[in-house]
């Protein structure tokens, strides 16, 4: 007769195999739904991206690429009189560039010139050019007729908002202000409502770009807008998948939000307090960057991506497209969208923007040329 510990332990080596086997269907269960949940994440953000998409070309018979922008231009901002603020030389970790060693800097154009060009503004003394890297811009005109320059920058892919005063006789931007907070990790764009106060979209809840990435790729929606002021700063509307282009209303009622991955403009009225509650989404087939207003008519223009894989995996011999979309009538039941602008890549890559005066369209890009055309 064995000993009774030889007898307890034949049951347990019986069943070891048995726990084994249980413990790796688990396993491989596991990583089944794993994978399939990767699977579906992939396939969702390829459709946020557009990533099948092709345009046909709708051309403008007067237009030619703008001399002096060769690697970017991606926000534009008009003043009343014409004369137009370029952002050039953006760039981002991931992203292509034609002049990767050349700092960012500011351009300005005159249209009311027969035969306008581009000129880049000196920046006062003081202000860190090397580090330059402007995204998206907004100007303020004071009651003193003071034009102020507000600028989303990221130096060393940090994240700031820089607030100039431009100076048009020396055509020079004086530096007034840096602008950090903790409300703003991950700044895209502004539109300024006061000569130190403004509207920011954030385009990702974080700023490390690892978890940036986690956070598009697990479509998060934690993207969100902000207002500033030197005495407050509050969240004023979240929930994007991410929040790019904002402006504003002519009539100063109304915030106009790009959700670039979610193809959508949202409408948000602007309260006394500076809160925003949201009206109606314009639902759209392209990823809307930067909003330009019209302020004869209150349209907005919109520089789009139609194919935004096209536009973060860099291909020279398939490039990113261009489209820019004219909106009438945001705030009515069906309003008018009509297709201004669309180009294969051949002629313009990644537009950004498309900013109107007096007759004249100007496209700005992600990372290319821009261009300058009559209508």
């Known amino acids: 007769m064995a000993p009774p510990t030889e007898l307890l332990a034949r049951p347990e080596q019986s069943s070891a195999p048995g726990s084994r086997a249980m413990g790796r269907l688990v396993a491989v269960g596991l990583l089944g739904i794993a994978l399939a949940l990767l699977g579906e994440r992939l396939l969702a953000l390829r459709n946020r991206l557009k990533a099948s998409r092709e345009v046909e070309s709708v051309d403008l018979p007067h237009c030619h690429l703008i001399k002096g922008i060769e690697a970017g231009s991606e926000d534009i901002d008009i003043l009343p009189n014409g004369l137009a603020f370029f952002s050039v030389g953006l760039k981002f970790p991931g992203l292509h560039s034609f002049a990767p060693d050349k700092p960012g800097g500011i351009l300005m154009m005159d249209l009311k010139e027969e035969k306008p060009r581009a000129r880049e503004l000196r920046i006062s003394r003081g202000f860190d050019l090397a580090s330059f890297n402007p995204h998206g811009i907004s100007t303020f005109i004071d009651n003193d007729d003071t034009v102020y320059l507000f600028v989303v920058n990221h130096p060393e892919f940090k ?9 048009e ?29 403004f509207y920011a979209t954030n385009d990702h809840y974080f700023s490390d770009p690892f978890l940036k990435y986690l956070e598009t790729y697990l479509n998060l929606h934690w993207a969100n807008v902000v207002y500033y002021s030197p005495n407050e700063v509050k969240v004023v509307a979240e929930g994007f998948d991410s929040a790019n282009g904002i402006n504003i209303s002519p009539d100063d009622k109304y915030i106009y939000v790009a959700d670039i991955l979610a193809h959508e403009i949202h409408v948000l009225e602007k309260h006394t307090n500076m809160n925003l509650t949201q009206l109606k989404v314009l639902e759209l087939d392209t990823l809307v960057d930067n909003l330009s ?42 309003p008018t969208v009509t297709t201004v602008y669309a180009n294969n890549g051949s002629v313009l890559q990644g537009s950004s923007v498309a900013s109107v005066y007096d007759g004249k369209l100007l496209i700005g890009t992600l990372y290319h040329r821009a261009l300058y055309c009559e209508l």
């Open 159 to 167: 994240n700031t908002v820089e607030i100039f005063k431009f100076e």
């Open 293 to 334: 207003i019209d302020p004869s008519s209150g349209d907005i223009w919109v520089g789009c991506h139609p194919n935004g894989q096209k536009l973060f995996v860099y291909d020279p011999n398939n490039p990113p497209s261009s489209e820019v979309l004219r909106i009438q009538n945001i705030l009515s039941e069906k």
């Open 169 to 197: 006789a020396e055509n020079s931007l004086l530096h007034l202000k840096t602008v950090k907070h903790e409300l703003l990790p991950s700044v895209n764009d502004i539109t300024a409502v006061g000569p130190a106060h």
